[in-house]
């Protein structure tokens, strides 16, 4: 895939936005944000719901958010900063930053993103409220509804093995240098 797009440089940088984002420019283009926020709402709610471990969704969501998730994806370079909190039945994630926001702007994709967290963490449907996103900074914001929020996806078992990665025979990176 050609590089499109130059990422700023971040610590430990894994994140590579630019490979879908020339497909988001389009979807957005041709009126298909929509879809796009399902994605990001369906994905991140079944990420978070499968992979992260029982003990951590103990925690309130406020602490994970602002302490683990802040961390590693500030490591990861998906944004630069993160800042949660919750008022009421009121949430709003402040983010600077954000990887796939510099290179294309608004989308659609990352309000379903934050919408699935949401929907992960609380366990409840979510209204997105208002959403301001520029280059730099985006702001959203949301409202936690009493109504349960669930959805079917792939158990951790299964996940697993779907990615798993074979073994590969040949010479390491450190054996050819």
């Not at 003990?55 to 602002?66: F, G, H, S, Y």
């Not at 998730?69 to 600077?96: P, Q």
């Not at 510099?102 to 659609?108: A, D, F, R, Y």
């Not at 959203?140 to 779907?162: A, H, P, S, T, V």
Request: with cysteine.
């Amino acid at each position: 895939m050609l590089n499109y797009f130059k990422i700023r440089k971040r610590r430990d940088t894994l994140y590579f936005g630019d490979i879908p984002a020339r497909y988001f420019i389009l979807c957005e283009k041709n009126g298909f944000g929509n879809e796009l926020r399902k994605i990001g709402k369906k994905w991140m709610y079944l990420y978070f719901s499968t992979l992260v471990p029982d003990a951590l969704k103990r925690l309130p969501p406020e602490d994970i958010l602002n302490g683990i998730v802040r961390k590693v994806w500030m490591n990861i370079g998906l944004m630069a900063d993160l800042s949660f909190k919750k008022e009421g039945d009121y949430a709003t994630m402040e983010t600077n930053g954000e990887g796939m926001t510099e290179l294309i702007g608004k989308n659609s994709f990352l309000v379903g993103f934050h919408e699935g967290i949401l929907n992960a963490l609380y366990g409840k449907e979510v209204e997105t409220m208002d959403v301001k996103q520029t280059k730099s900074e985006c702001c959203y914001r949301f409202k936690i509804l009493g109504r349960d929020f669930r959805l079917e996806g792939k158990n951790k078992k299964e996940y697993d093995r779907l990615n798993q990665i074979p073994p590969v025979e040949g010479l390491t990176l450190n054996e050819m240098i």
